[in-house]
């Protein structure tokens, strides 16, 4: 089964950037779509971003515009890359991988921490 390993978050400024990875460990990544979530305190994780098989690309409205995401089948993994970024974009960032767009069908990794904060 495909294991997922989220990093590159961090403490960043208003209007800064970021790029998250996605590794993922296990054979036929490049058959399954992934998706960015995130979970801010006290809220429902949410999908903010999501990339089929085939390199379709989808986001949620509040991220549209400043958000990009990924892959990259020979590395066996999967990019955010966070543009603008504002203070409602704190949270823990999980990336999932599955056969359906947008569906979580892997365990959740741990995360990683993002801080929008001057």
């Known amino acids: 089964q495909v294991q997922l390993v989220e990093s590159g978050g961090g403490l960043v400024q208003p209007g800064g950037s970021l790029r998250l990875s996605c590794a993922a460990s296990g054979s036929s990544f490049s058959n399954y779509h992934v998706g960015w979530y995130r979970q801010a305190p006290g809220k429902q994780r949410e999908l903010v971003a999501h990339?089929?098989?085939?390199?379709?690309?989808g986001f949620a409205n509040s991220v549209k515009g400043r958000f990009t995401i990924s892959r990259d089948n020979a590395k066996n993994t999967v990019y955010l890359q966070m543009n603008a970024l504002k203070p409602e974009d704190t949270a823990i960032y999980y990336c999932n991988a599955g056969p359906i767009p947008g569906v979580a069908g892997v365990p959740w990794g741990q995360g990683t921490q993002v801080t929008v904060s001057s």
């Open positions: 990339i089929t098989r085939g390199g379709t690309t």
